[in-house]
Each structure stands twice: as C-alpha cells, then as structure tokens.
C-alpha cells in the first residue's frame, strides 16, 4: 500500500504544479481550486486507502485497491492546458520528488502524501524565495540597461485590446523607423526584463514597446520601476481580475496609474472609465474613440472607414483585420503617429498587409465552415464584439465556450446583458463545462435556445463536426480558453 500511495503522489505532483503554475504562482487561487475540489481529489483516495489498510490481511483486496488508487490518479494527468517545462516549474519538480521521500516516514508520511497539495505549502514557500533570489540580479540588470536607452519607450495597458494594439503599433512604426516590442503575452516583471536583457544594444531601436500587465494593485508601480515609458496608451477599462482586484475602482485606478510622469498620453474616450478619469495638464492627452474623442473613426463599412480629427478627414483606411475593436485599436494609432508628425500616406499603404494575434478574432476560411477563433482569452466588452460579428454570419451561428471567469460581485449583472447577447447572436450553443457555466446555462434555456453541455473542448469539438453535417457553411465562434484553474472534478 505504501508504494502505491507514493506513485499516486508522484502523478499528483503533475497536477500540482499545473494548477499552481496556471495560477501564476499565486497562493490564493492555486488554494481555492484545490479546497472547491477538495471531495474529488481527496475523500475518495483516502477512501481507498482505508478500505486498503483496514483490509490489508486480504491480499486481493490490498492489491485491488492499491491497482485503484493509481488508476485514479492517473486522471490528474489528463488536462486542458499542459504544464509548461520552464525552468521554474522543473526546479518546483525536482523539490517537489525530494518531498514525496517523507512517505517513507512511518505512520505519518502516508497521510501527508495524500493531503500533498496542502502538506507541500512549505516547499511552495521555499521556491518563490529561491525564485526571488534568481530572478532579483535579473530584474536589476533590465533596470540599469534601459537607463542607458535614449529613444522613445512607449508603455501600454488596459484590460482589453493592449496586446492587439502592441502588435499594430509595432507593426505601423516599424514602417518608419526600427522599432521592438514585448513578445508575445511578455507583460510581467520577469517578462519585461527578459525582453530587455535579450537586446544586445537598446539604442539600435528607435522606438521600445512595452505591454504592461496588471492582474493585482501596484503591478503597474512594479513594471514601472523597471521601465517608466514616455508615452503610454490605455486600450479600455472593464471587468477583468475583478476577483484579484477586488473592485472596478481598483482597475481604474491601476490601470490609469501608467500615466503618472508620462509626456503623452493616447486615451480610448469610449471607455467611460478613461474618459472620466482627470489627468494633470502637462500631459499631452491624444483622445480617440468611435463615439468620443478628438480623432474618431466614422462611415464604418467592414474594414474600410474614415479617421476624421474633429471635423476634419485625416486618412481613409482599408484594411482585413475584422471587428470594431480592431478599428479603434487602428484609430488611436493614428492619432498618435498624426501628433508625432508622421507621414499617414505611407502608413495607408502599409496598413493592408498588418496581422495581428493569433487567436485574437482570428477569421479562418475552413473547407466547409468559417472559423471565428477568440481563443486566447476573453472579457466582458470582446465577447460582445465577438458575438456581434457571429450574428451578421448568413449561415448557422454556432457558439462554443466555457464562458468567463474572474468576474467576481459582477458575475450575475454582466452574465443578464450576455445571456441577452448570446440568445440573439447563436442559433446552437455548446457549453464546456458544468461549475463555470451552469448560471449561464439556465439563464439560456428560458430562451429556448439548442443548447449543449460538454466536459471538455475536444468533446465540444466533435460535438460541432458532427453537427456540421447539417449546416455545411457555418460560423463557428470559439469563445475563451478557461484553464483547468478553474475547472471543478471532472467537469
């Protein structure tokens, strides 16, 4: 029985560091997922384990229940997002197989093995100080290197659409001058100063974009004390980490913060948050919008429409990128290239061969289908204009999603507005996941909607090929990735 408790502890140990690594090595919610599971990865094993010893003079029983409790664990291996092998995790590893050597302390070792993700907190706690330390003399060479830069950093943030304007804005400046930006989703402390140190010679670049994530208060004051940039853009404001955050005011306020001691700020004025927000007079503030601010994007006809300053036309833009946050993302770059004195008839031509994320709104052209791909992850106001497209589709509307999360007190007020949404824009709605969408499941069934409930993507993937052969020429919306963070026993 002893060794059979030590090889379930060692697949565990996957599962462990999957969860803790999805939670960004946060105590709080690496915690919460484990205590809200806490009848699916703990009573029963320990149920096993007591029917094993209190049978234990029975072979067969020994044997059976020992075969068991490794076949159970075996499920922990099964999961969505695979454990990533960066050098943090493999060091949490090999602590983590020097711990499981307490299961050989007799009369205590077995139980603390099967409780592993609670008895492993003080080897958690050991390896964020061991991080700390590694990762200090990293962060503090980034700093003394952009001390030395003399260009321009440009810095951007929001809770939505600052990784797509990066992208754009990387791409538009790089039609006039050599410019960099942050990789990828490279907005941390550690990201940042890796994107830093990996540049031979800063000054080769005449501009540095960097994205600024914020999922806690003064995470924004950390990435500053790294890099202050000059110029700064604030994409949108909304419900995202409401959990982390505590409160739509500490957003605001977090996000905003990047503007402190900046020379130029380029503001989304849609955004009621931003527009509201008072900023000191010595800021140059570059206001732009579709509704609000001084450069707003007008006739909208798909991917073709005007930018106009005030009531005067500045450029008329044709492009392929899809959805309107893709046309606000494209103003507010134009209003700032427009005030720093850039030429607009060479950004004109440029602006037809821009890309952007890969699974951002990504529109691919299958054999028999359309595939909207909004994948990589999802807020309030993106679903939305993710839905919005999916609704003008000619053919069948099929929605695939696990919904949100982090919402926090908002969960119930934003999910009524889209319940809403998602009954007018959908004909079939496949849901992945039973805890994170229940509220929205039986908000959906009032409208006699064709819904489904799936486990995992792959099951809600086959689901729509087979459904596919009905509706040959449909659209496919893939709406958010909810990581197995959040996901409770099975469902």
């Not at 706690?125 to 700390?132: A, K, N, Y």
């Not at 999922?215 to 990435?223: E, V």
């Amino acid at each position: 029985m002893q060794i059979s408790i030590f090889i379930y502890a060692f697949l565990k140990l996957y599962l462990i560091l999957n969860i803790y690594q999805q939670a960004h090595y946060q105590f709080r919610f690496y915690f919460k997922h484990f205590i809200l599971n806490f009848i699916f990865y703990d009573i029963f094993p320990i149920l096993i384990v007591l029917i094993g010893i209190y049978h234990q003079s029975i072979l067969v029983i020994k044997v059976i229940t020992s075969i068991y409790l490794i076949l159970y664990a075996i499920f922990y291996l099964f999961a969505r997002v695979r454990l990533k092998f960066t050098k943090r995790s493999i060091r949490l590893g090999f602590l983590g197989i020097l711990y499981l050597g307490i299961g050989f302390i007799p009369f205590v070792g077995n139980y603390l093995l099967l409780g592993l993700e609670f008895t492993i907190f003080p080897l958690l706690c050991l390896e964020r100080l061991i991080s700390f330390l590694l990762n200090y003399p990293y962060i503090s060479q980034a700093k003394r290197k952009i001390k030395s830069y003399q260009n321009r950093s440009i810095g951007i943030t929001g809770s939505f659409g600052k990784t797509s304007t990066k992208v754009l804005l990387n791409q538009a400046l790089n039609l006039y001058s050599k410019t960099a930006a942050t990789p990828k989703s490279y907005n941390t402390e550690l990201g940042i100063s890796k994107f830093i140190n990996s540049i031979v010679d800063l000054n080769l670049y005449q501009n540095l974009i960097f994205e600024f994530g914020a999922s806690h208060q003064r995470d924004i004051a950390k990435l500053k004390k790294i890099v202050s940039p000059q110029h700064v853009f604030v994409t949108g404001i909304g419900y995202m980490h409401v959990e982390t955050f505590g409160s739509l005011d500490h957003i605001i306020k977090e996000k905003m913060r990047i503007t402190e001691g900046c020379e130029v700020a380029v503001l989304n004025y849609d955004c009621p948050y931003i527009r509201a927000y008072p900023l000191p007079r010595e800021i140059k503030k570059i206001t732009y919008g579709i509704s609000y601010g001084e450069y707003r994007a007008l006739h909208i006809n798909a991917g073709s429409f005007d930018v106009y300053k005030n009531e005067e036309l500045l450029l008329h833009v044709n492009t392929f990128l899809v959805g309107s946050h893709q046309i606000l993302n494209l103003t507010g770059i134009i209003a700032y290239l427009y005030e720093m004195g850039y030429d607009l008839k060479r950004l004109e031509k440029g602006i037809l061969s821009f890309k952007t994320e890969k699974n951002r709104l990504e529109v691919k052209k299958m054999p028999t289908y359309t595939l909207l791909d909004d994948s990589f992850n999802s807020n309030y106001k993106g679903f939305i204009e993710a839905l919005n497209i999916l609704r003008t589709h000619e053919g069948k509307k099929i929605l695939l999603t696990p919904g949100m999360v982090e919402l926090g007190r908002y969960k119930k007020e934003l999910f009524e507005n889209l319940v809403s949404y998602i009954a007018s824009s959908a004909d079939i709605i496949i849901l992945i996941g039973y805890y994170q969408t229940k509220y929205l499941y039986y908000r959906l069934k009032k409208f006699n909607k064709e819904i489904y409930l799936v486990r995992n993507f792959m099951e809600g993937y086959r689901l729509f090929l087979m459904l596919l052969k009905n509706y040959e020429g449909a659209m496919l919306l893939i709406e958010n990735d909810v990581p197995d963070l959040y996901r409770v026993g099975l469902l």
